[in-house]
T-cell receptor
Framework: ETGVTQTPRHLVMGMTNKKSLKCEQHLGHNAMYWYKQSAKKPLELMFVYSLEERVENNSVPSRFSPECPNSSHLFLHLHTLQPEDSALYLC?????????????FGEGSWLTVV | AQSVAQPEDQVNVAEGNPLTVKCTYSVSGNPYLFWYVQYPNRGLQFLLKYITGDNLVKGSYGFEAEFNKSQTSFHLKKPSALVSDSALYFCAVRDSGYSTLTFGKGTMLLVSP
């Protein structure tokens, strides 16, 4: 149904673990995004990649490390997370991140840090 | 700077009645405005957008939105609500020349049978 696929859909990890979230887009877009959605908080933009170069990094802690090996794939590497990092992580893609270009979202990865 | 406000945390409407979800924005240039819907445990789905031209924009699932430049508003509307429209609705804005799409905090729409 969606042109943006995220795996895994659910992830439980301990604070000392290292895990990764994966995103793949099948829409031929050249920009990809990571957003964080927490309860009671606005949607937070974490990273923006355009043509595989990071163009925005909104003061995200270094325990979150993005990787964009090509325009179709985006990863979010997680290490030594805190319980407050538990949230829904949304990947998205678009044509160039400007103007009226629509951003399309994946179904999200639910992360629980224990 | 760009910003968007959704003044209502929740909107309640009876099935069959018209619905409005409010959104106001602030930009320095020309606005690009979007509406998204999020059903429980799902990602955001694009509903419609305003780029330029006709102030009334039609989108998916019978939704439409009216762009009002003088009031800097982009309210989402539907003539007849369905119970299945119950979801979280986000308004978003991008200023001309910006890369970031700024989202509002969301409005929960509850449609009662």
């Amino acid at each position: 149904e969606t042109g943006v696929t995220q795996t895994p859909r659910h992830l439980v990890m301990g604070m000392t673990n290292k895990k990764s979230l994966k995103c793949e887009q099948h829409l031929g877009h050249n920009a990809m995004y990571w957003y964080k959605q927490s309860a009671k908080k606005p949607l937070e933009l974490m990273f923006v990649y355009s043509l595989e170069e990071r163009v925005e990094n909104n003061s995200v802690p270094s325990r979150f490390s993005p990787e964009c090996p090509n325009s179709s794939h985006l990863f979010l590497h997680l290490h030594t997370l805190q319980p407050e990092d538990s949230a829904l992580y949304l990947c998205a893609s678009s044509q160039a991140p400007t103007g009226g270009n629509t951003i399309y979202f994946g179904e999200g990865s639910w992360l629980t840090v224990v | 700077a760009q910003s968007v406000a959704q003044p209502e945390d929740q909107v309640n409407v009876a099935e069959g009645n018209p619905l409005t979800v409010k959104c106001t924005y602030s930009v320095s240039g020309n606005p690009y405005l979007f509406w998204y819907v999020q059903y429980p445990n799902r990602g955001l789905q694009f509903l419609l957008k305003y780029i330029t031209g006709d102030n009334l924009v039609k989108g998916s699932y019978g939704f439409e939105a009216e762009f009002n430049k003088s009031q800097t508003s982009f309210h989402l509307k539907k003539p007849s609500a369905l119970v299945s429209d119950s979801a979280l609705y986000f308004c978003a804005v991008r200023d001309s020349g910006y890369s970031t799409l700024t989202f509002g905090k969301g409005t929960m729409l509850l449609v009662s049978p």
